[in-house]
C-alpha cells in the first residue's frame, strides 16, 4: 500500500481522531505508525464533524484506504463476507467494462 497518496494518509489519520476508543485500538499500532510516518505533514485536513463522512471531500485513496482498515479490523464475520462478495462483484463489473471496450476496438481494427 505504499503508493498510496500521503495525503490520503494525513486524511485517515485525521479521520481516525474521530472514531471510538475501542475500534481504534483494534488497529494495529505498527500500521497506524506507517500511516503516521507516510503522511503529507505540509497538508492540512480538518474533518467536518456536521457532515458525515459520505458527505466529506475526501480523496479516494482515503476511502480506499478506510474500507480496508473497516474490512481488516472492524468488520464481523458476517459482514466480510458480503464486502468480499462486494469487491469480487465490482472487479467482475470491471472486468467485463473492459472486455466490452476491447471488442469495440477490435470492430474498428477489422478495416
Known amino acids: 500500500a505504499m503508493y498510496m497518496n500521503a495525503k490520503a494518509y494525513?486524511?485517515?489519520c485525521e479521520i481516525l481522531k474521530y472514531i471510538p476508543e475501542e475500534d481504534y485500538?483494534?488497529?494495529?499500532?505498527?500500521?497506524?505508525?506507517?500511516?503516521e510516518k507516510?503522511?503529507?505533514k505540509n497538508y492540512m485536513f480538518k474533518l467536518d464533524?456536521?457532515?458525515?463522512?459520505e458527505k466529506q471531500h475526501i480523496l479516494r485513496e482515503t476511502k480506499i484506504?478506510?474500507?480496508?482498515?473497516?474490512?481488516?479490523?472492524?468488520?464481523t464475520p458476517e459482514e466480510q463476507k458480503i464486502?468480499?462478495?462486494k469487491i469480487k462483484f465490482d472487479i467482475e463489473q470491471s472486468e467485463i467494462k473492459k472486455q466490452e471496450?476491447?471488442?469495440?476496438n477490435d470492430i474498428f481494427k477489422k478495416d
Do not use: C, G, R, S
Open 83 to 85: 464486502i468480499n462478495k
Open 49 to 53: 464533524e456536521k457532515k458525515t463522512l
Open 101 to 104: 471496450k476491447y471488442k469495440t
Open 65 to 75: 484506504i478506510l474500507a480496508v482498515i473497516y474490512k481488516k479490523y472492524w468488520a
Open 38 to 40: 507516510n503522511k503529507d
Open 25 to 35: 485500538n483494534k488497529i494495529p499500532k505498527d500500521y497506524i505508525q506507517i500511516l
Open 10 to 12: 494525513t486524511e485517515v
